[in-house]
Nanobody, 121 residues
Framework: QVQLVESGGGLVQPGGSLRLSCAAS????????MGWYRQAPGKQRDLVAT???????NYADSVKGRFTISRDNAKNTMYLQMNSLKPEDTAVYYC???????????????WGQGTQVTVSS
């Protein structure tokens, strides 16, 4: 089994910065892909950014140039550096990881518990 722990959310003023972390632990043989999604109240959950095992990244148009996704393979941890934050970035941010575990020949998808990001003056 795999567990994800998210941290780094909070309240920040417009134009400020936050850094989110997602640490994976448990039965992990390899991590194929990690990503961040966000969901505002009453809205669907949307992709923010993903990073593959080869460090290929993908960003939503709304965050390009402001957010940077990265991963530390030695720590099984993913980060989202968020700069120039806007009120419309306010949402619960969720970590998603695609993990291959020892004993499996396929990968499974896991979600973190979510962390609140609020951008307001």
């Amino acid at each position: 089994q795999v567990q994800l722990v998210e941290s780094g959310g909070g309240l920040v003023q417009p134009g400020g910065s936050l850094r989110l972390s997602c640490a994976a632990s448990g039965n992990i043989f390899s991590i194929a892909q990690m990503g961040w999604y966000r969901q505002a109240p009453g809205k669907q959950r949307d992709l923010v950014a993903t990073i593959a095992s080869g460090d290929t990244t993908n960003y939503a148009d709304s965050v390009k140039g402001r957010f940077t996704i990265s991963r530390d393979n030695a720590k099984n941890t993913m980060y989202l550096q968020m700069n120039s934050l806007k009120p419309e970035d306010t949402a619960v941010y969720y970590c998603k990881v695609i993990v291959r575990s020892v004993g499996d020949r396929f990968s499974r998808q896991y979600w973190g518990q979510g962390t609140q990001v609020t951008v307001s003056s």
